[in-house]
């Protein structure tokens, strides 16, 4: 019986050197047809994509979540933020989600099929969810971005909890929440290049 991998513990990856992630400059919050639509010309272009979704979080027993309120794709050097409330976005959107031409990267990415199946009316198609590759390598069940950051990279990837739980239904993001989810895709994305899968390895 082979030995289990562990991952690092919150507090092991707390002492190493920060990941360096993308800067605000390269986060683009997605507003007019024109932005959308270069940015689905960008992402279709790419072939794959870290992803990622946040909703604004349920704090009563039976509360269903209306989220997601933002859906982030990453790319090598920068991320888009698409915010479902902006309708003129949504053929671009819904495409993206729908298309087999765009490897979606992500961690813990079940629950985020429902929702958007949900919201928006459309299933997710051609998803890695990178804690299957880790737990192919012997690793825990849910890896998640912060530990696999740290097992990959050696490297702490910083998630606020104050963040995490902020309102991502708001009209106009933080700073603080738009660095959170960028970031959030992009290390999935610089995860997945680290690891050199090759194709026919892909779970």
């Given at each position: 019986?082979s030995?289990?991998?562990?991952a ?10 920060p ?7 390269r986060?683009?919050?997605l ?8 940015a ?6 790419a ?27 990453a ?10 409330h ?10 993206l989600?729908?298309?087999?031409k ?27 969810d990178?804690?299957s ?17 740290g ?12 963040t995490t ?6 009209r ?5 929440q738009?660095?959170?989810a960028?970031n ?8 997945l ?11």
């Amino acid at each position: 019986m082979s030995l289990r991998k562990m991952a690092p513990t919150k507090e092991e990856t707390a002492v190493m050197p920060p990941f360096p992630g993308l800067p605000l400059a390269r986060i683009f919050v997605l507003r007019t047809q024109a932005e959308f639509a270069a940015a689905f010309d960008e992402i279709l272009a790419a072939g794959r994509a870290g992803f990622d979704t946040e909703s604004k979080p349920t704090f009563t027993m039976g509360e269903v979540s209306e989220g997601p309120h933002v859906v982030q794709f990453a790319l090598s050097d920068k991320a888009f933020i698409f915010q479902p409330h902006r309708s003129e976005g949504h053929p671009f959107l819904t495409e993206l989600l729908h298309s087999d031409k765009v490897l979606k990267v992500g961690f813990g990415l079940q629950s985020d099929k429902g929702q958007i199946h949900a919201k928006l009316g459309v299933q997710l198609q051609t998803v890695l969810d990178l804690n299957s590759v880790f737990r192919q390598e012997g690793y825990n069940n849910s890896m998640g971005v912060r530990a696999a950051v740290g097992v990959v990279f050696k490297q702490y990837f910083q998630k606020s909890k104050k963040t995490t739980t902020s309102n991502w239904e708001a009209r106009e993001l933080t700073d603080k929440q738009l660095l959170y989810a960028a970031n959030d895709a992009y290390a999935a994305l610089k995860v997945l290049d680290a690891l050199k899968l090759a194709q026919p390895d892909l779970p």
